[in-house]
């Protein structure tokens, strides 16, 4: 009944085989009566008359369970016992002695010799089969225990494998950022074997001195199940060269949520990297070479058009004044594109000296005058005409303040104003924490460009400052979402801050901060 009940529970596949009991013992009655006992549970049942038999028996199919006389002429219960138990392919075999000797030094030699459990003759049936029920039902879970180990085994050869094949550096840390696990390309990557770096802090290893919080992110950090973080830094491999790495963490949670590891996977982007300066290199240089033609263009455009202002009629002369003015946009372009390939590639350098902003201001205003002027708005200068000195670069602040000044006016309508404001300000109190390191200068320079134009949608303000970002329903004006990434490289180039807001009634307000010089 209790088999049954364990069969219909399911826990073993392996109980619901019948078992296969081995039965030995010199005297045919024993034999006969422990056989049909055994057969009336429903085992399926061999005999054997003598240890050598019994061995024979064994050999040729592996019983489930043995039940073994002590005393038998010639081999004896317990010289099977030792028999068995020395083999590796019966010594799993439980082994039940059955015997009159019943001392327990009996009970405790047959043990000794390996029996699983011993029996006293005469035994009462009932606890026969309990004992009997009892080996086999452990047994079988025995076999099972084995045999997941055996499939884990497999799959841990098999995942090791994966891992130590495959041409990602992987490795793992405990919370301490210790390292517990480190494959082959990881070996390789990083130049340190297994052995140096198991049980070494992360950024012992990973000695990445720009990678800012890869090895312990900051405490405000709240890592999340599913999450993913991808970082490109310098690693310096033992050997001392500094490679490009790509690497994505996954933290490891508890069952109650905490945080108790890291899994990393990493690659070597070198080749990928040198690719991508191959192609930016590329695109410089066709860049690069666009900008001569144009400027011939442009150039014999402006001859012509003098030369024959004055023979040509009105329709000729816009022709020819749209082509300047296609050549300038383009030409404008290409050298929004020549400084992105310049920043990109780290070679945009500063020529800084001492400059007066009021000086770039007053050019920026008069250089746009003439749109604003076509649109009808008015350019209105809140600064004093007293000198803003500055350490720039004159040619790329004026590229900022055009850019800005022009922007307003592109997007503010017919008959708009803008301001454009100046203040030195001596020792700002950082009210934002971007500004926090400009406290070191001894004053700064506050400049702003508001217009009362369109303004910039709140979601659009957070990226504003990025590559090719240009808001919508303002592409058709012309632009390349170019010159505010520009502009804001160049102004943290000079150790200064820029920002936008849109002010509470209309248009937005740009605003630079620029470390000051004294006077
Ligand atoms: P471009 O003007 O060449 O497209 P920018 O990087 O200078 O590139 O500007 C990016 C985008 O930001 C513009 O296309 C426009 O959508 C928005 N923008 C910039 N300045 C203003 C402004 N003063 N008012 C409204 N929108 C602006």
Known sequence: ?????????GPSRLMDIVSNILVVDDNRNNLELLSDILKLEGYYVRTAESGEVALQEVAQERPDLMLLDIMMPGIDGYEVCDTLKRRTETQDIPIILVSAKGSIEDTIKGLSHGADDYIRKPYNEMELIARVKAALKMKHLLDEVRHTN???????????????????????VNQDMEIVFFNSAA?????????????KKCMQIFDCPDAGECCSPGPDFVPLRDQKVVQEYLLTRKDGRRIPIRKSTRFIFSSDDEVIGRVEVFEDISREKELEQKKADFISMVIHDLKNPLTTIKICDKIVLNETRRSIDADLTRLLQNIEASADHLLNLVNDLLDISKLEAGTMEFNRQ????????????????????????????????????????????????????????KFTPKGGKIRVTAKDMARLKPVDPSTAELEVAPSVLRISISDNGTGIPEEDL??????????????????????????????????????????????????????????
Do not use: C
């Open 354 to 409: 001492r400059i007066d902003m009021n000086d770039i201001m007053e050019i920026s205003i008069n250089t746009q005058r003439m749109i604003s002027l076509t649109k009808e708005i008015e350019i209105e200068k809140e600064f004093a005409a007293e000198r803003y000195p500055i350490h720039g670069d004159k040619d790329y602040l004026l590229r900022v303040m055009i850019n800005l000044i022009g922007n307003a006016i």
């Open 187 to 199: 070996e390789e990557i990083t130049g340190h074997n297994f052995r140096e770096a198991i049980g």
């Open 150 to 172: 055996r499939m884990l085994s497999n799959q841990k050869e098999q995942i090791d494998t994966i891992i130590n094949t495959m041409g990602e550096g992987l490795f793992s």
């Open 1 to 9: 009944m209790q088999e049954k009940s364990e069969k219909q529970g």
């Open 462 to 519: 957070p990226t504003i400052f990025e590559k090719y970002r240009r808001v919508r329903g303002t592409t058709d004006i012309e632009g390349a979402g170019l010159g505010l990434y520009i502009a804001k490289v160049i102004i943290e180039g000079h150790g200064g801050r820029i920002w936008v807001a849109n002010n509470s009634d209309h248009g937005s307000t740009f605003t630079i901060l620029l470390p000051a010089l004294p006077e």
